[in-house]
């Protein structure tokens, strides 16, 4: 198996030998468990999602009164505040390869692992 071999140079990995590998394991079309949903919302998905800030789409779920914005907002208060601020800061840099993704993904998990609030939130769940 080709990641086997990655794994093994440890230190020697070239980050365009990532990038290729994670570029075989890519799925190029998404998939809807629940098919049709996000078709069905995907108006109000864009309405309520296209902000500047993470502030900013809790405000737009809050003044929205749909049964979509009011599940979707009891959702996020389920999660961690800080990790919701990461993941959505992620996705608004963005990174133009796989292998950059995955650095920046690991600075930031090595770094919330070091954080007291992570294992209270784990303990939590």
Request: hydrophobic share 35%.
């Given at each position: 198996?080709e990641?086997?071999?990655?794994a093994g140079?440890?230190?020697?990995?070239?980050?365009k030998?990532?990038?290729?590998?994670?570029d075989?394991?890519t799925?190029c079309?998404?998939r809807?468990?629940?098919?049709?949903?996000i078709?069905?919302h995907?108006?109000?998905?864009?309405?309520?999602?296209?902000?500047?800030?993470?502030?900013?789409?809790?405000q737009?779920?809050?003044?929205?009164d749909s049964?979509?914005?009011t599940?979707t907002?009891?959702?996020?208060?389920?999660n961690?505040?800080t990790?919701l601020?990461?993941?959505?800061h992620?996705?608004?840099?963005?990174?133009?390869?796989?292998a950059?993704?995955?650095?920046?993904?690991?600075?930031?998990?090595?770094?919330?692992?070091?954080?007291?609030?992570f294992?209270?939130?784990?303990?939590?769940?």
């Amino acid at each position: 198996n080709e990641l086997r071999k990655l794994a093994g140079k440890k230190g020697d990995l070239k980050e365009k030998e990532v990038e290729q590998a994670l570029d075989k394991l890519t799925v190029c079309e998404a998939r809807e468990n629940n098919s049709g949903y996000i078709s069905e919302h995907i108006d109000e998905i864009n309405a309520l999602f296209t902000a500047d800030s993470f502030e900013e789409i809790i405000q737009n779920l809050q003044r929205k009164d749909s049964e979509f914005s009011t599940l979707t907002h009891s959702n996020l208060r389920k999660n961690s505040p800080t990790s919701l601020l990461l993941a959505f800061h992620q996705l608004r840099e963005g990174r133009s390869t796989h292998a950059k993704a995955l650095i920046v993904e690991h600075r930031l998990m090595s770094r919330r692992f070091q954080d007291p609030d992570f294992y209270e939130g784990v303990r939590a769940a």
